[in-house]
């Protein structure tokens, strides 16, 4: 028999990536949208067969349902409908920046969110697999480095503070409930399908549109601060095979090297034949309240346990990044 999936945040970037490999897995993959006037399924042209309710799926596509983790009943009627084996929860407010001004909502989606599936799930009397999206801003001012699991967290912003709670709530749950649930702390990760408020995006987006003579000028915030950056469709496959193993644990999903804002910078424009000093401007107004200044994971015990590696170096990554926003300018502009 096929196994089901549900995706929260299938419309993300994370979520369409994860959405290609269970179907290439032959799963039955139902993914949870939010319903709003206007349409935000480009990343899932190629998977979506249909929306809503019951609706049937066929063996190559995934099914949207209307939802909303704010909305307990919604997520309650779906895990009825659905019955899934595996859930993996990816939806949230991803900005950080952004979670400043909207601390609350914030708060809701990332945090209550992951309780209402939970909870959701503990009285369904279902057992499903859980997956629950962490994230490496929940060490913050980070207290080692590299960071592994064992890292003390150090939250810097409303979003890594939701973070850090639907973290130790999967925790909970998994100890006090025998629930199998694993965190996993991806550190960032980026990919053509990257929102464009994103600082990677920013800048391969930039550079592309300053090569096409389409801006002059790219403005972003701190050029110094440093990320482990990595490529999603490499991420997407340690989420599953979390979801395979005999009992629940925590990963942290990394690369284990570190790069600034200005070498991302660096790479993309030097890719075009352009020096980033010539058109990138600081605007303070990028800035966040509190800065996190760096970032670097431990994935040691994702080797060891899942197997796991990333697959795509980070010039790869950025220069991919760059050919596709070239490419999609390019088609814009016809």
Known sequence: MRKKALITGI???????????????????????????????????????????????????????????????????????????????????????????????????????????????????????????????????????????????????PYAAAKVYAHWLAVNYREAYGMFICNGIAFNHESPRRGENFVSRKITLGAAAIKLGLQSKLALGNLEAQRDWGYAKDYVEAMWRMLQQEQPDDFVVATGETRSVRDFCEAAFGYLGMDYRDYVVVDPAYFRPTEVDRLVGDASKARRVLGWSPQTSFRELVHLMVDSDLELLKCQCR
């Open 11 to 157: 419309t993300g970037q994370d979520g369409s990536y994860l959405a290609e490999l269970l179907l290439e897995k032959d799963y039955e993959v139902h993914g949870l949208a939010r319903r709003s006037s206007s349409f935000n399924r480009g990343r899932l042209d190629q998977v979506v067969d249909a929306e809503g309710g019951s609706a049937g799926v066929s063996l190559s596509h995934a099914v949207l349902h209307y939802g909303d983790l704010c909305d307990a009943s919604s997520v309650n009627r779906l895990l009825r409908e659905i019955r899934p084996d595996e859930i993996y929860n990816l939806a949230a407010q991803s900005d950080v920046k952004i979670s400043f001004e909207i601390p609350e909502y914030t708060g809701d989606v990332n945090g209550l969110g992951t309780l209402r599936i939970l909870e959701g799930i503990r009285e369904s009397g279902s057992n499903p697999r859980i997956y629950q999206a962490g994230s490496s801003e929940v060490f913050g001012k980070a207290q080692e480095s590299p960071q592994k699991e064992t890292t003390p967290f150090y939250p810097r912003s």
